[in-house]
């Protein structure tokens, strides 16, 4: 299986895309393995009537070893918060490219970004000292050289590569994107004054619990917004759009089943949640009987069998066939594969929990959602 890189980036920082091209091609990575929306030359096809990757194309990438990197700017981050980039939705329709790199352009720091990227990412940055530099560059650099079974340049070789990357990158202008970054953080206190006054409560379930849903609802809806599936998703709207809002609400409902550990959009959507640091401060859990199994490592080991049989299962069906006709299975693979890699970590968190029973929950969750209001109200304050 071969490997192509992805630079995801805002149409502002083409410059920064050019470099980094330029220090990929420098280390040995063939030109045409490597896409940029917005640089000539690595330009993805598109269908020119609905603007929809050419469906060949995209089953090339699903079944090639996929890193992608993303170019952190301030009106990159607005983009990608707001959902406007075509090159997400792309990493949307990948779901979970094999590595993940992000360069941190000037005008941002670490502590800007934590919110909307994975934990497990590897971040590089340029406002660090020259030996952590060093330390990053060189890892990434041996991280793609692996990828592509190339030697990593050394020595003065390195250095004069290394050098131009980080010469063109500190070069990028910071005073306007930090004047945008003010501009951004504007917006967000806004948004939150809007927010404190109703908080929004994500609701993740299997349709085998809908009673258990609607109950949870109707407890909730006075106190609170109420963001699930059959509320919030209209006829033919994208599910997937409606899974990244659950990293975006104050708190995580999650009412856990039998159906919903062996489900793929159910556990999909969770993971999406699972991605971000904390993120168990703001999830509250009901467990239905037919998943009590959950508190046991022996119940837990049943649902890892399952998915790795499932995975199986899949990956069995699909090979042999060509990658052309089985896009959208090679996406299940996909998302299997995610499971596998959080499903453990999800359970444990559960087990831990102090959970009520489902008699008491709904009060629970509403006590808890008082509370978080007037936590925010405090803060605000």
């Not at 003065?156 to 990357?165: F, G, M």
């Not at 239905?288 to 649902?303: L, M, N, P, R």
């Not at 996406?331 to 959970?355: A, P, T």
Request: with cysteine; proline share 4%.
């Amino acid at each position: 299986m071969d490997t192509k890189i992805y630079i995801s980036c805002s149409s502002k920082d083409i410059s920064a895309a050019e470099s980094v091209i330029e220090f990929l091609e420098a280390l040995g990575v063939p030109s045409s393995y490597v896409f940029c929306q917005s640089i000539p030359g690595h330009l993805m096809p598109i269908m020119p009537n609905d603007k929809n990757i050419d469906e060949e194309w995209i089953s090339q990438f699903i079944h090639s070893q996929l890193h992608i990197i993303k170019l952190f700017s301030v009106s990159y981050m607005q983009s990608y918060i707001q959902g406007e980039f075509f090159q997400s939705q792309l990493a949307e329709q990948l779901l979970y490219p094999v590595e993940t790199s992000i360069i941190l352009l000037p005008g941002l720091t670490q502590s800007d970004i934590h919110r909307y990227v994975d934990r497990h990412v590897k971040i590089i940055r340029f406002d660090v000292t020259e030996r952590t530099l060093n330390e990053y560059l060189t890892q990434f650099r041996d991280k793609i050289c692996s990828e592509f079974d190339l030697n990593p340049p050394i020595g003065r070789q390195w250095s004069i590569i290394k050098r131009k990357l980080v010469y063109s990158i500190k070069e990028i202008p910071s005073m306007p994107i930090r004047r945008q970054q003010q501009k951004h953080n504007s917006i967000s206190s806004n948004l939150k004054k809007e927010k404190k006054d109703r908080p929004t409560v994500f609701l993740s379930y299997n349709w085998g619990s809908e009673k258990t849903a609607d109950k949870v609802e109707e407890r909730l809806s006075p106190l609170c917004l109420v963001l699930r599936d059959k509320n919030s998703i209209k006829p033919w709207g994208s599910i997937s759009a409606f899974m990244k809002k659950i990293r975006q609400t104050d708190l995580v409902v999650v009412i856990v089943s039998n159906s919903y550990l062996k489900s793929i959009a159910c556990l999909y959507e969770i993971m999406q949640l699972v991605k971000d640091d904390n993120w168990n401060s703001h999830s509250m859990f009901i467990v239905e009987d037919s998943a009590k199994g959950i508190y046991t490592s022996f119940g837990q080991v049943e649902y890892v069998k399952y998915w790795e049989e499932e995975r199986k299962k899949l990956q069995g069906a699909i090979s042999g066939i060509d990658p052309a006709l089985t896009t959208s299975q090679a996406i299940d693979l996909k998302k299997i594969r995610l499971i596998q890699l959080h499903i453990d970590e999800f359970m444990d968190c559960v087990k831990d929990s102090n959970n009520p029973s489902m008699d008491i929950a709904r009060e629970a969750i509403a006590e808890r959602v008082l509370s978080s209001q007037k936590e925010s109200e405090t803060e605000a304050d």
